[in-house]
Each structure stands twice: as structure tokens, then as C-alpha cells.
């Protein structure tokens, strides 16, 4: 029983620095990317050991798959979390008789916007969303109006 907690233990905290790595790979600098690196697959040498336990290899297998399954999305859900809004700027293309009526729904609503009318039967909305609810909402409306769109997100320089 000893063994198995330990396993499972070990597949755990494996599987959140495995993900960090992965997260932190993609997302961070050279220094930091390699330090986690080095640390997971580090720790990730303890982990193989343990592979070769005395438990049956079913044993094994269900469990690193559950420990995946579980600790991937917390990882991830914990790192939408802590995710910071950024600004958003939507463009959408809707038919200029709907000009007025879309324009009232961004100001009821607060968002920014600015529009370009001279463009052949069309009308040109720029959108800034600050918050995901901002662009959710925008991007509600342009399918509501049928209106073509994309977004981009803003970048630090």
C-alpha cells in the first residue's frame, strides 16, 4: 500500500512539472526554460525508477493516465486563472444599414469603437475589448449581425 501511494505521489507532482515545463517552454525566456526543464526531467528520473515497482503494469498505466488526465487540466485551469486580460482589438464588417443599431449596443455596453462608413455597402467597426466579457461580447454581437470579424491581441513591446 506503502508502494502505491508513493506512486501515485510521485506521478503527481511529475505530471504538474511536466506541464509547467511544457507551459513555460512555450511561454518563457531561455534562463527559465531550461531551469524547469533541467528540474522535471530531473525529477522525471525518479519517477522511471519507480516504473519498474512492483506493481502490475495495469496498476501503472491507470494511474499515470488518471494523475494526465486530472493534473493537466488543473495545471491549465489554475493558469486561465492567473491569466491577466489583455486588450483586444475586433474588426467587423457589417452591412451599413445596421450602423446605428450596432453602434448603440457598443456604447450601451462600454465598448470603445470607432467606424469607417465609406466602404462600398459596408461599414468598418474597430473594437477594443479590454476584458474577455468585452470581447465575448463582441464577438456575440458580429454573430448576431452576421457581421465578418477577427481579432487581434495586443502585444507588449
Known amino acids: 500500500m506503502k508502494l502505491l501511494i508513493i506512486f501515485v505521489l510521485l506521478n503527481v507532482v511529475n505530471v504538474i512539472i511536466q506541464t509547467i515545463k511544457s507551459i ?21 528520473t525518479v519517477v522511471i525508477i519507480y516504473m519498474v515497482c512492483d506493481l502490475s503494469t495495469t496498476t501503472k498505466a491507470l494511474i499515470v493516465g488518471l494523475v494526465n488526465l486530472i493534473g493537466v487540466y488543473l495545471v491549465k485551469w489554475f493558469e486561465e486563472k492567473l491569466q491577466k486580460d489583455k486588450l483586444w482589438k475586433i474588426e467587423l464588417t457589417v452591412p451599413k444599414i445596421a450602423k446605428n443599431e450596432l453602434s448603440a449596443e457598443l456604447e450601451k ?6 467606424y469607417i462608413d465609406n466602404i462600398g455597402k459596408y461599414t468598418l467597426f474597430n473594437c477594443y475589448a479590454p476584458t474577455q466579457k468585452d470581447s465575448q461580447f463582441v464577438k456575440d454581437l458580429a454573430k448576431r449581425y452576421k457581421a465578418k470579424f477577427f481579432a487581434i491581441e495586443t502585444k507588449n513591446l
Open 24 to 44: 513555460i517552454t512555450i511561454k518563457g525566456g531561455k534562463g527559465i526554460s531550461a531551469i524547469v526543464n533541467a528540474l522535471a526531467y530531473g525529477f522525471y
Open 109 to 114: 455596453f462600454g465598448i470603445s469603437h470607432n
